[in-house]
C-alpha cells in the first residue's frame, strides 16, 4: 500500500507542477531538438537513482550544483525530486521534453557538456555515487490535468 502511495503522491506532485512547467515554456527555455510531426507532445520522464551506501547526501550535492543547472542548459524542464521514505539511497526525479525526440538530443548533448564531464568525474574521486539507474519515459492520458 505504500508502493502505490508513494506514486500517488509523485502524480499529484506532476499535477501541482504543471503550472511551473508552463511558465518556464512561456519564457523561452526549450529543448534542443526539433519534434517530428509524428510525435505525440510533451513526456514525462521519470528517474530512479540508486546510489551506493551513503552516497545519497553526495548525489543530492551534485544535482543542486551541478546537474540541475546543466539540465536548463539544454532544455530538460525539472518537474520535481523527490526521496522515498521506505527506499534507502534512493533518488526519484521526473523531467519534462518536448518529444522523445528533444529528450533524446538533450541527453546526449548534456553527457558530452564539459561542465557535466569535470563534475560526473570530480564527483566520483572516493568511487562512484550510483549504482542503478532506471528510466521511464511517460506520456500524460487524454484526461490527466497535465496535459
Known amino acids: 500500500m505504500k508502493h502505490i502511495d508513494f506514486y500517488a503522491c509523485l502524480i499529484a506532485a506532476i499535477f501541482t507542477l504543471n503550472f511551473t512547467i508552463l511558465e518556464k515554456e512561456a519564457t523561452g527555455i526549450g529543448q534542443t531538438a526539433e519534434c517530428n510531426s509524428s510525435s505525440e507532445g510533451r513526456i514525462y520522464e521519470m528517474r530512479t537513482y540508486t546510489t551506493h551506501p551513503g552516497k545519497l547526501d553526495d548525489l543530492h550535492e551534485r544535482f543542486i550544483n551541478h546537474t540541475i543547472p546543466i539540465f536548463g542548459k539544454y532544455?530538460?524542464?525539472?518537474?520535481?525530486?523527490?526521496?522515498?521514505?521506505?527506499?534507502?539511497?534512493?533518488?526519484?526525479?521526473?523531467?519534462?521534453?518536448?518529444?522523445?525526440?528533444?529528450?533524446?538530443k538533450s541527453w546526449a548533448d548534456f553527457r558530452s557538456d564539459p561542465d557535466w564531464q569535470q563534475a560526473y568525474q570530480a564527483s566520483r574521486t572516493d568511487g562512484p555515487l550510483v549504482r542503478n539507474v532506471e528510466s521511464v519515459f511517460m506520456k500524460a492520458t487524454s484526461y490527466s490535468q497535465i496535459r
Open 75 to 104: 532544455g530538460m524542464v525539472s518537474v520535481g525530486y523527490w526521496v522515498p521514505e521506505e527506499k534507502d539511497n534512493t533518488l526519484v526525479y521526473i523531467l519534462s521534453h518536448n518529444c522523445k525526440e528533444a529528450a533524446e
